[in-house]
């Protein structure tokens, strides 16, 4: 399933939740998607903070994801 597709569902689900309630089922299908999309998000945040370069005073320059991040060389 595409993230937008995911994020449709769980407003869907959400939206559904508040008017009639949800089934078991939705109830687990809603917290499967949104725990995909917080890990997804996770994921993405941590990629753009490892990909920052900070620029020191003597001109050289520090990555931030390999000095403090799990970024592979």
Do not use: C, W
């Not at 089922?25 to 490892?50: G, I, S, T």
């Amino acid at each position: 399933m595409i993230m937008e597709d995911k994020i449709a569902r769980i407003n869907e689900l959400y939206h559904k939740s508040k008017n009639e309630g949800l089934t078991p089922e939705e109830k687990e299908e809603q917290a499967v998607l949104r725990r995909e999309y917080v890990d997804a998000f996770k994921r993405n945040l941590r990629a753009q903070l490892n990909n920052i370069d900070i620029q020191n005073e003597d001109g050289s320059i520090t990555n931030l994801g390999e000095k403090f991040g799990n970024k592979e060389i």
